[in-house]
């Protein structure tokens, strides 16, 4: 045979082998494996963290709807409230004015002119 390595490879046998290139293809595969699994990872990491903030925005929806209906209830049951005691006091008021019309009067002369006097100043 020869001493030529090309015609040896032609028959089979590989070339020399270099360890230098060796292990700067091991060390670039591992590089591109680690590349790949990092970016899944990354993948996998957002998908999660998305999956979160929508939970989250969900139940934030959900209880800033909860909270909504129950203070529009309780502004319901304020107002009727204030309603009928509203009502309760202008009867007493027309009542006391039927059955003491001077003392009304008188009062109502009163608390305007306290009033007028805290407004004046």
Do not use: C
């Not at 089979?12 to 790949?36: I, N």
């Not at 009067?105 to 805290?118: D, E, K, N």
């Amino acid at each position: 045979m020869t001493d030529n390595p090309i015609a040896e490879s032609a028959f089979g046998s590989s070339p020399p082998h270099d360890p230098f290139q060796a292990a700067k293809a091991s060390a670039l595969k591992a590089a591109e494996e680690l590349r790949a699994a990092a970016a899944q990872k990354a993948s996998e990491f957002r998908t999660a963290a998305e999956s979160r903030a929508q939970q989250f925005r969900d139940t934030a929806e959900q209880k800033a709807t909860d909270i909504k209906e129950k203070a529009g209830e309780f502004a319901d049951h304020t107002f009727s409230e204030a309603r009928v005691r509203y009502d309760d006091l202008r009867a007493e008021a027309e009542k006391f004015a039927r059955e003491k019309p001077l003392q009304a009067l008188l009062t109502a002369f009163g608390i305007g002119f306290v009033v007028g006097a805290i407004l004046r100043r």
